[in-house]
């Protein structure tokens, strides 16, 4: 089974900066990496597959990039709502798995 | 707008059987991937499986043995059983349904998931 690896932990940031968060998989999963936002009680919300697509109705603040093994999830401005757990998640190799979650919190 | 909406038994004891149903309303069953996946207390997501419209389904091999998914298209409804339940078993259970691009709905993650089900396995 392919082990995401996610990082920082945590991430301290204030609203209206910009957040980077990494996950790096234990072998190539070529494009086949997702993005997820998930908030405390609530379900995962998928932001980004394949590596760089939005999902629908995800806002443009949004973006994903990387391939193979290291991949880079940004928000470009933090809005007061996107202060939550980022997990992503790999479908290049079966099964898919996750990585245990970056928390994006408030400075 | 299509919505899971699932159930089962919150609280088992070891050696029990998991038993959830998810419903798909507003929306098609077909053509679509719908899968289970788990949040333990404090940990990450695990996938547990998956099934398409016609019944085809995937495990995760680290649960193949005590899995099974099964689909109900005239219900709308899918369902994950999972046998002799133990501790490491107590988590937070999603149904979901994946993502279709304008292309391709195959191999694309869980989009639209359901409230979410809190198992607990306790003697």
């Known amino acids: ?107 | 707008q299509v919505q899971l909406q699932q159930w089962g038994a919150g609280l088992l004891k070891p050696s029990e059987t998991l038993s959830l149903t998810c419903a798909v309303y507003g929306g098609s069953f077909s053509g679509y991937y719908w899968s289970w996946i788990r949040q333990p207390p404090g940990k990450g997501l695990e996938w547990i499986g998956e099934i398409n419209h016609t019944g085809s389904t995937t495990y995760n091999p680290s649960l193949k043995s005590r899995v099974t998914i099964s689909v109900d298209t005239s219900k709308n409804h899918f369902s994950l059983k999972l046998t002799s339940v133990t501790a490491a078993d107590t988590a937070v259970y999603y149904c979901a349904r994946g993502y279709c691009s304008s292309t391709t709905c195959y191999n694309l993650p869980e989009a639209v998931w359901g409230q979410g089900t809190t198992v607990t396995v306790s003697s």
């Open chain 1, 1 to 107: 089974e392919i082990v995401l690896t996610q990082s920082p932990a945590t991430l301290s940031l204030s609203p209206g900066e910009r957040a980077t968060l990494s996950c790096r998989a234990s072998q190539s999963v070529s494009s086949k990496l997702a993005w997820y936002q998930q908030k405390p009680g609530q379900a995962p919300r998928l932001l980004i597959y394949d590596a760089s697509n939005r999902a629908t109705g995800i806002p443009a603040r949004f973006s994903g990039s990387g391939s193979g093994t290291d991949f880079t999830l940004t928000i470009s401005s933090l809005e007061p709502e996107d202060f939550a757990v980022y997990s992503c998640q790999q479908r290049g190799n079966w099964p898919p798995s996750f990585g245990q979650g970056t928390k994006v919190d408030i400075k």
